[in-house]
């Protein structure tokens, strides 16, 4: 069985390619769903699609700088980067045992529940008050806030498992 340091790796690139993937996506989709909205008028069906998109593509953004910023508070309150990595933003760089797999699995978590709440925001814009998209919207966007309020609160964790070295 591989070790922990080994697992690591993987998973910090992993949650890596999923932050700068979901920045450039959400920026591509923003654009396209802007011009798209504006060029479309004439037509209800695609002027919808394509708020939903410019909608969806916006709450991402909002999300992912959100996420940043409260990591960047939490390394802030913990001392810069004597406590935490400045390149890794979970991880207590003195930690051992399976610490350090559940702070990598968080940083997937959190950009798991982006992609949840990106898209359902995206289908919640754009579907009416009773139909199935917006149901679905709905509950991608539930279910997209869920995953990242618990990969907050593993960060969280693990800054006080930190603290107070379990």
Request: charged share 10%; glycine share 14%.
């Amino acid at each position: 069985m591989p070790s922990v340091s080994e697992l690591i790796d993987p998973a910090f690139r992993l949650f890596t390619v999923a932050e700068v993937t979901a920045r450039y996506l959400a920026m591509i989709f923003l654009v396209v769903g802007i011009i798209g909205f504006f060029v479309t008028k004439s037509n209800s069906r695609r002027s919808i699609r394509y708020r939903g998109m410019m909608i969806g593509a916006a709450a991402a953004l909002v999300a992912i700088l959100g996420i940043n910023a409260f990591y960047d508070l939490v390394a802030f309150i913990m001392g810069g980067t004597g406590f935490l990595p400045s390149t890794w933003p979970y991880g207590a760089s003195g930690t051992s045992g399976l610490l350090p797999i559940a702070q990598a699995a968080s940083g997937i978590l959190s950009y798991l529940g982006l992609a949840c709440f990106s898209l359902g925001a995206a289908l919640w814009s754009g579907g009416s008050r009773d139909s199935r998209t917006w149901a679905r919207g709905y509950r991608g966007v539930t279910w997209g806030l869920v995953m990242i309020g618990i990969s907050m609160g593993g960060t969280l964790f693990s800054v006080f498992a930190g603290i107070y070295g379990i």
